[in-house]
């Protein structure tokens, strides 16, 4: 009866002992495929500046700006890439000043709008 009791006390005081290692910590999780549509709207936010294009990558679908300031990104002037659907970018190249319009979700952005502006 001894031996049952000792063996009993064993395996639970393992079991503890595992659940509390290290290599449980590590454990990957997977969100679904679908957590980003259900990630609340208040994390993209919008933006709207005016630059000048660098580069146009059609078949990444990317768009290279040199912009100034965007004040409701709280972001200085700077040169970034942004995600860009072809259609908005028929008819613009390399070195047209731009008014545009993006979406940031936190770690990329994504152009909304763009538009070239008159020579100066």
Excluded: Y
């Excluded at 454990?27 to 679908?34: F, I």
Aim: net charge negative; charged share 25%.
């Amino acid at each position: 009866m001894k031996s049952i009791h000792i063996l009993t006390g064993s395996f639970l005081l393992l079991v503890a002992v595992s659940a509390c290692s290290p290599e449980a910590d590590k454990q990957k999780t997977t969100a679904p495929k679908d957590a980003a549509a259900d990630a609340p709207a208040s994390v993209v936010q919008h933006g709207k500046g005016e630059g000048k294009i660098t580069a146009i990558d059609e078949a990444k679908g990317t768009v290279t700006l040199d912009h100034g300031e965007i004040a409701a990104l709280k972001w200085p002037p700077m040169a970034m890439g942004f995600e860009a659907p072809a259609d908005l970018l028929k008819g613009l190249k390399v070195g047209d000043r731009v008014a545009f319009e993006l979406d940031w979700n936190g770690a990329t952005g994504r152009i909304t709008r763009i538009e070239a502006l008159p020579a100066s």
